[in-house]
C-alpha cells in the first residue's frame, strides 16, 4: 500500500484488479468517454481488463508509467484511478492524469489522492516538476490542480482531441518541488 487517508488507500495496480478496473469503468463510461477513451475502450470487457492491468503492471516495473488504484479500504470498491503519465526521466517530469466514479466525487478524494501521490513522486521517484492537463469547464480536476499547489502555466491550443469531437483547448498546470528538498535517491 502506498498511503491511506479517510477510509481509502492508493496502491499501485496490481494482476488482481482487473474485474475491480472493468466493474469501474463499464459503470462510469460517460464520464470516461470524453477523457480516458484508451482507458475506457481497453477495459469494455473481462479479458480486455486483464490485458489492460497486465499491460500497466508491467509499465509500472519499467517505470515507464504508473497507474495507481484509490479504493475503499473496508470494501475494496475501485473509487478511482490516477496515472503518473508522460514520464521524463531526463527532465524529472511527469503528468497526471486521473478519474473518479460517480459514486465518490466530491468528497476530496481526488485532492487528497494527487496530495500524497504528488510527495511521493517528488521524494520517492526525484521528478522535479509534475503536470496536470484539464479542460478549463473541468472545474473538478482545475480544483483538484489548484487544491494541491499547481500554477497556471499556459492554455494548449488544440491541446486534446476527444473521440469524435474538434479540438479543444487545454489548460496546463505545473508543481514545481521545493528546490529546498533533496529528493530521496
Same mark, same amino acid.
Given at each position: 500500500?502506498?498511503?491511506?487517508?479517510?477510509?481509502?488507500?492508493?496502491?499501485?495496480?496490481?494482476?488482481?484488479?482487473?474485474?475491480?478496473?472493468?466493474?469501474?469503468?463499464?459503470?462510469?463510461?460517460?464520464?470516461?468517454?470524453?477523457?480516458?477513451?484508451?482507458?475506457?475502450?481497453?477495459?469494455?470487457?473481462?479479458?480486455?481488463?486483464?490485458?489492460?492491468?497486465? +499491460?500497466?503492471?508491467? *509499465?509500472?516495473? #519499467?517505470?515507464?508509467?504508473?497507474?495507481? /488504484? !484509490?479504493?475503499?479500504?473496508? @470494501?475494496?470498491?475501485?473509487?478511482?484511478?490516477?496515472?503518473?503519465?508522460?514520464?521524463?526521466?531526463?527532465?524529472?517530469?511527469?503528468?497526471?492524469?486521473?478519474?473518479?466514479?460517480?459514486?465518490?466525487?466530491?468528497?476530496?478524494?481526488?485532492?487528497?489522492?494527487?496530495?500524497?501521490?504528488?510527495?511521493?513522486?517528488?521524494?520517492?521517484?526525484?521528478?522535479?516538476?509534475?503536470?496536470?492537463?484539464?479542460?478549463?469547464?473541468?472545474?473538478? +480536476?482545475?480544483?483538484? *490542480?489548484?487544491? #494541491?499547489?499547481?500554477?497556471?502555466?499556459? /492554455? !494548449?491550443?488544440?491541446?486534446? @482531441?476527444?473521440?469524435?469531437?474538434?479540438?479543444?483547448?487545454?489548460?496546463?498546470?505545473?508543481?514545481?518541488?521545493?528546490?529546498?528538498?533533496?529528493?530521496?535517491?
Amino acid at each position: 500500500m502506498m498511503a491511506q487517508f479517510n477510509g481509502f488507500e492508493i496502491n499501485p495496480i496490481h494482476l488482481g484488479d482487473a474485474w475491480k478496473v472493468c466493474n469501474f469503468c463499464v459503470a462510469n463510461e460517460d464520464r470516461l468517454k470524453r477523457y480516458f477513451p484508451k482507458t475506457l475502450e481497453q477495459n469494455l470487457n473481462p479479458t480486455l481488463s486483464n490485458y489492460f492491468v497486465e +499491460s500497466k503492471v508491467k *509499465a509500472f516495473e #519499467n517505470k515507464d508509467e504508473f497507474l495507481f /488504484t !484509490l479504493k475503499h479500504s473496508e @470494501t475494496r470498491e475501485l473509487a478511482g484511478l490516477i496515472y503518473l503519465k508522460e514520464l521524463n526521466w531526463d527532465t524529472k517530469q511527469g503528468e497526471f492524469a486521473y478519474c473518479i466514479g460517480y459514486a465518490f466525487e466530491e468528497q476530496g478524494l481526488t485532492s487528497k489522492a494527487i496530495q500524497l501521490l504528488s510527495t511521493h513522486a517528488f521524494e520517492d521517484l526525484g521528478l522535479k516538476t509534475l503536470q496536470i492537463i484539464t479542460h478549463k469547464d473541468n472545474l473538478g +480536476s482545475v480544483k483538484v *490542480a489548484l487544491k #494541491n499547489d499547481f500554477k497556471w502555466v499556459k /492554455t !494548449l491550443v488544440n491541446g486534446f @482531441t476527444p473521440t469524435g469531437e474538434s479540438p479543444l483547448d487545454m489548460e496546463l498546470y505545473e508543481l514545481v518541488s521545493d528546490p529546498c528538498k533533496v529528493p530521496k535517491t
